[in-house]
């Protein structure tokens, strides 16, 4: 069962993400956080993410605007190691409590309360009308990119705020689709070469809590996603579908603060 799951967040978050700009990440995380501990599901979430860029690239990265990539992806590079950075550090951190619900025992940690309270926030954009409509001057590319580069590094919610800015850039469709892709590109390049190898081994591991085969079809789901969301779908942003989004993400975030997952 948590094949189907994974394959079918990865296969219908990566064809939205394709034309919306974001998705992928903020789909897929949660989803790999039911499965592997948080640290291991952003860097899982991270590799996937990457793997799909390369593929989306090479439909639309021809597109991109390079001054735009430029004043977005170099300060969202450098934005994304302090945030996988910072992943690293409170994962270190000792829980803060821990309880029992029959013979099941939960435990509340700084790195899943951090995560909790991201994923509340972007539920909570999800949910709101305006934000889907909300788009700043060029002038704040810069700004955008290091804040996107940071909560992707850290929590791998990168893609909304992306969006939000490029929107402001005045792109085509074409070249918005992508130079966002470019820039993510950039930032998941970054943040999967700053996150510490043992994560990064208990993501690939065949033993224990990692899986690569969840993690592989992940990244096959989402290339497929890629190649159907090229082919038959139009640049929209589901209203329903962000809805449906925002309240599994709040319903995570809440799980996620009391140990639960």
């Known amino acids: 069962m948590d094949y189907v799951v994974v394959s079918l967040a990865a296969l219908l978050a990566s064809g939205m993400a394709l034309y919306s700009g974001f998705g992928l990440g903020t789909i897929l995380m949660p989803i790999f956080a039911l499965f592997f501990p948080v640290p291991v599901a952003v860097a899982s979430t991270a590799v996937v993410h990457l793997a799909s860029n390369v593929f989306r690239i090479g439909f639309v990265g021809r597109r991109a605007d390079w001054r735009v990539v430029a004043a977005f992806g170099i300060p969202g590079a450098a934005a994304a190691i302090v945030g996988a950075l910072l992943l690293a550090w409170i994962s270190d951190f000792t829980r803060l409590a821990a309880y029992n619900i029959g013979s099941r025992e939960f435990s509340i940690t700084v790195v899943k309360l951090v995560v909790a309270v991201l994923i509340a926030v972007f539920a909570v954009l999800e949910l709101a ?30 893609g909304a705020l992306r969006s939000a800015f490029l929107l402001g850039a005045g792109l085509s469709t074409a070249v918005f689709v992508g130079t966002g892709s470019v820039a993510a590109f950039i930032v998941d390049v970054t943040r999967v070469a700053v996150y510490s190898p043992s994560v990064l ?33 139009k640049k929209v942003t589901i209203e329903s579908i962000r809805r449906l989004v925002g309240v599994l993400l709040g319903v995570l975030a809440v799980a996620l603060a009391a140990g639960l997952v």
């Open 129 to 158: 009308p305006a934000f889907a409509k909300w788009k700043l001057d060029r002038k704040y590319l810069p700004l955008g990119g290091a804040l996107s580069g940071f909560f992707g590094g850290l929590s791998g919610h990168q």
């Open 201 to 233: 081994r208990e993501s690939f591991s065949r033993t224990g809590e990692g899986n690569v085969a969840l993690v592989a079809v992940a990244v096959v789901a989402a290339f497929l996603g890629n190649y159907l969301g090229s082919r038959f779908l």
